[in-house]
C-alpha cells in the first residue's frame, strides 16, 4: 500500500464497504506514503503488500464471532502473513504462540498443534487482527504511530457498535488500551497479561479463555469455534487458500 494506491485499497467487500471513507482520510494517505517512502529507501516491510488485510480478507465483517487483538507483525524473514500470532505453516512456532497452544492444551485438553498457521481459526469467524499492520524487517514496532492504530481502532469500534455478543480476547495491556472502544454490557472481554514469555508468567495461563468463549458462544446461540487446528497438510492448503483469497482480493477491481 502506498501514497498512489490507497483510493484502490481492496480488502474484503463486507468491509470495503464499511472502510472505504476511511481510506480517504489524510491519515491513511500520509501512512501510505510512509510506506511509500520506506520501500524506496530499501526497507523490507512484512508481512507482503497482498497479505496486510488478510485478517479482513479472511474473516468477512459479517461473520465475526471473536477478536484476538495482537500487537504488530513478527519482524523475522518469513513469519508474518497478516494474522496476528499466526505463521505459515513451514514456520518454526513463535514463543508467544507456544504458551498460547499450553493454554489451549490445558483448557480443553488439545494437544499443542504441530504447526502454528491459524488460518482455521480465522475462517471460522476469529479476526486475528493485529493493532499495528506492518512492520520493518527485524526492527519491531517500527512502524508504531505512523496511523494503524486509528485504522484498527475504527474497526474494532464497527464491531463494537454493529455487531452483537462478540467475544474480544485482550491479551497484554496494549491490547487491553483498546477496551474504551468496547461495550462490555453487549460483548463479551476476556482479559490476561501477554502470552509473551517475558510477561506470560504474570498471569496469562489458567484463564480459559477458549472455552469461555465457546460457553459464551454457545449461551448467546452462536456455534463455538473448533479450537483444535488442523495437521500440518491441511494447514498448508488452508494457508495456501488464504494467499489466493488476498491476492483475488488484492488485484479485484
Known amino acids: 500500500m502506498d501514497t498512489e494506491t490507497n483510493k484502490r485499497i481492496k480488502v474484503d467487500g463486507s468491509w470495503q464497504a464499511l472502510l472505504q471513507d476511511e481510506f480517504d482520510l489524510d491519515y491513511m494517505q500520509a501512512l501510505g506514503q510512509f510506506l511509500w517512502h520506506e520501500k524506496q529507501l530499501g526497507k523490507i516491510i512484512y508481512p ?109 469500534g464497527l464491531i463494537n457498535a454493529q455487531s452483537e455478543h462478540v467475544v474480544f480476547i485482550l491479551w497484554g495491556s496494549y491490547a487491553q488500551s483498546k477496551g474504551a472502544f468496547i461495550d462490555s454490557s453487549k460483548h463479551l472481554v476476556l482479559e490476561a497479561p501477554h502470552p509473551s514469555p517475558l ?14 468463549t465457546n460457553e459464551y458462544l454457545c449461551s448467546v446461540g452462536k456455534f463455538p469455534i473448533e479450537w483444535p487446528l488442523p495437521d500440518a497438510m491441511t494447514a498448508q492448503k488452508q494457508f495456501d487458500l488464504a494467499q489466493e483469497i488476498n491476492r483475488r482480493i488484492a488485484e479485484s477491481h
Not at 201 to 208: E, L, V
Open 199 to 212: 510477561s506470560a508468567y504474570r498471569g496469562f495461563f489458567g484463564k480459559k479463555p477458549f472455552s469461555r
Open 48 to 156: 507482503h503488500t497482498t497479505q496486510i488485510f488478510s485478517a479482513l480478507n479472511l474473516t468477512p465483517f459479517n461473520q465475526v464471532k471473536v477478536v484476538i487483538l495482537g500487537q504488530d507483525p513478527y519482524p523475522r524473514p518469513g513469519q508474518a502473513h497478516g494474522l496476528c500470532f499466526s505463521v505459515p505453516p513451514d514456520i518454526a512456532v513463535p514463543p508467544s504462540l507456544i504458551n498460547i497452544y499450553k493454554e489451549l492444551s490445558s483448557d480443553l485438553s488439545i494437544p499443542r498443534p504441530e504447526h502454528g498457521c491459524l488460518v482455521s481459526w480465522a475462517m471460522q469467524g476469529v479476526l486475528l487482527l493485529n493493532s499495528v499492520l506492518s512492520v520493518e524487517k527485524n526492527s519491531a514496532a517500527a512502524h508504531q504511530g505512523q496511523g494503524w492504530e486509528r485504522f484498527t481502532n475504527k474497526i474494532i
